[in-house]
């Protein structure tokens, strides 16, 4: 070989093996020069390529790196949460935990409720016939949507049974059995109503004196009579019960008016020998928590306080401050128990009962209403009656107030006894 092939073959070689930039290799036109220059440039776009892969995998370790601390934290807050990090679920531990509460909660119920139903087994109670409560096919079907029940106050001294007593304050406890709430509707003792007589014979007289001819039933019977009721729940009781139930309970609130402390002041005393226990003295108005004996006074006093109406609103005032406390006081019920359902008599079963104590906690109570709205207060045939004018403008207007009926027509049986009032008294 020529010294001269010799010499263009290690130039070849030497073009090669250097780094040339494209802008020198398109200066040769030779074949060799041409093939250096694309080897040259594939290996130029290879570094490159592996250049960004370099920079792509540093830039995910290095997000990888630095989302390890938030990562051990969100786990750390999740586990204290009671969730499981990986999956995004609950941990097991912790829905054992919900159901082992919630296995508690029923057995409590369910405890509760065994108590309450042996408690109410204590209370005096009667059978009765819903066919001897006098409720007519209209009342039946305008009032189903409410539940009446009358909560009688005798006027029974201790001892003395109920037997034989007069009611001295009426009140309907009315739930509405779509919304639940409570509205209180006093009747006036001396009401002048039709009520039977102890021989069963039908006759105008005072409401007070239906549970002395025939008890619970002839009282509920004879308000629905007259006022278009469906009243077939009773439970009755005497003052000592209203006593007993308020110490049970370590007394209740109400706000006594100036015009009530003297009349309180005046029979306390009296009461406190009826019911037994000690009156202490009222001596200022307003908001204020009372004993048994004070609030058994706070119910019977009537004649500078109001009369028959303010007697009916200060017993709603305690009926309600009672059902309030007693459910905020679950602990007082086995003293209640024994102490005072032995006092009240009643026709509920244990069932109706323990519906209502197991709603009263929620219970919302609506404004009273005390009935008649307009009557005559006087002497009628030498005895003092509230005679309501007329009985039907008034069970009218109970419906209205009560129970949202702003065109009740009266049943034929009310109108009936109405006019035989008018008849009797004159009054209209």
Known sequence: MSSENRNDRRNTEDLRNMRYSPEVIRQYEDPEYAKAADLYEQKARRRKEARQRNRKQRRTLDDILDAQPKKRKAKAAAGKAGKNYSSGRKRPSFLRKIRNVLIILIILII?????IGNMTTKMDKVNTDKANFAISTQAESMLKGYR????????????????????????ILSISRKTGKVRMISVMRDSYLKVADSQGQLILDKITHAHHYGGGVDTCASLNRSLDLNIKEFMVFDWKSVADV???LDGITVNIRKNEISDMNKYGKETAENVGGTYKKITHKGKQKIDGVQAATYCRIRKTSGGDTGRGRRYKTVVAAVMKKAAVSPWKIGKLSRDVMPEIRTNMTTSQIMTVLMRTPVMKFDKSVSWPKNY??????????????????????LYKKAFNEKKYIPSGECRTISQEIINHTGLQ
């Open 148 to 171: 009446n029940i009358a909560i009688l106050g005798s006027d029974a001294r201790m001892n003395e049974p109920l037997d034989g007593s007069r009611t001295d304050a009426i009140v």
């Open 111 to 115: 405890i509760l409720l065994v108590y």
């Open 246 to 248: 308020v110490d049970t």
């Open 376 to 397: 005559y207060g006087g002497i009628v045939y030498g005895t003092w009656y509230a005679v309501p004018t007329t009985l039907s403008k008034n069970v009218t207007w």
